[in-house]
């Protein structure tokens, strides 16, 4: 069973910067077909972040774009997402994800196995 762990959030204020890391038990590069994260703020739906396909393909929702970056190091079995100009609205927890055959970049169901999430809070 693969086991997925994150780590790196925090409270910061905005405009600061966060580096979350995921780091994946039992995992071998080929496996899967592409790395997510995902954001779930209270009352709302997660929603998909980030997402870095097995040739290297990133994906950003548009929120994000320019300001997020999601990166992986297969050696260390770890995804990065690094976060930049953080704003009051990026405030969640986030998860990452992993998928063996994702169509749909951004769709929770689509991936397989999950992380217990990390608490990002970003104050005005």
């Known amino acids: 069973q693969v086991q997925l762990v994150e780590s790196g959030g925090g409270s910061v204020q905005s405009g600061g910067s966060l580096r979350l890391s995921c780091t994946a038990s039992?995992?071998?590069?080929?496996?899967?077909?592409?790395m997510g994260w995902f954001r779930q703020a209270p009352g709302k739906e997660r929603e998909g972040v980030a997402a870095?396909?097995?040739?290297?393909?990133?994906s950003y929702t548009d929120s994000v774009q320019g300001r997020f970056t999601i990166s992986q190091d297969n050696a260390k079995n770890t995804l990065y997402l690094q976060m930049n100009s953080l704003k009051p609205e990026d405030t969640a927890r986030y998860y990452c994800?992993?998928?063996?055959?994702?169509?749909?970049?951004?769709?929770?169901?689509?991936?397989?196995?999950w992380g217990q999430g990390t608490q990002v809070t970003v104050s005005s």
């Open positions: 870095i396909e097995s040739d290297g393909t990133t």
């Open positions: 039992r995992y071998t590069a080929s496996r899967f077909s592409t």
């Open positions: 994800a992993a998928g063996e055959y994702v169509a749909d970049r951004f769709l929770p169901l689509e991936y397989n196995y």
